[in-house]
């Protein structure tokens, strides 16, 4: 039972929940623009910059809203920087606001390398062989 409830304590603790950012780009909520930004899979190491401000640094992002937007044109810099992808995430949206409307764009996230999959079995068979095993 040790065990088992240390697993789970250490899973909680090395584990980050994926996280829905809200950005709000003026404080007058009269202002109905919105953007959502959504990765096909939760992106780590993500930052995003609107219109060259950064906005988010260094997180585990798994959608993102900007509101309170006015009509025009904006520039979104999505980039994540995970060792486990294939190739680097660097995307730039052109996002359009118009009469308060709202934008969807999805961001295609690159799959993982090969070398990712191979450690977390590795990982897993670990923890399996752990748990297996009686501690003294």
Known sequence: MKKFLLLIAVSIVLSSCSMRYYYKQS???????????????????????????LILTKVYLKSLTLENLPDGEYKVNFQSYNPAYTQKLNETLLIR??????????????????????????????????????LY
């Open 27 to 53: 404080m007058d909520n009269s202002i109905g623009g919105k953007a959502v930004i959504i990765p096909t899979s939760p992106t780590k190491r993500t930052y995003v910059m609107l219109n060259d401000s």
């Open 97 to 134: 606001i118009e009469n308060g409307g709202t934008s969807t764009s999805l961001i295609a996230v690159p799959p993982k390398s090969k070398a990712s999959w191979i450690a977390k079995g590795v990982i897993t068979s670990a923890a399996i062989v752990f748990l297996l095993n009686p």
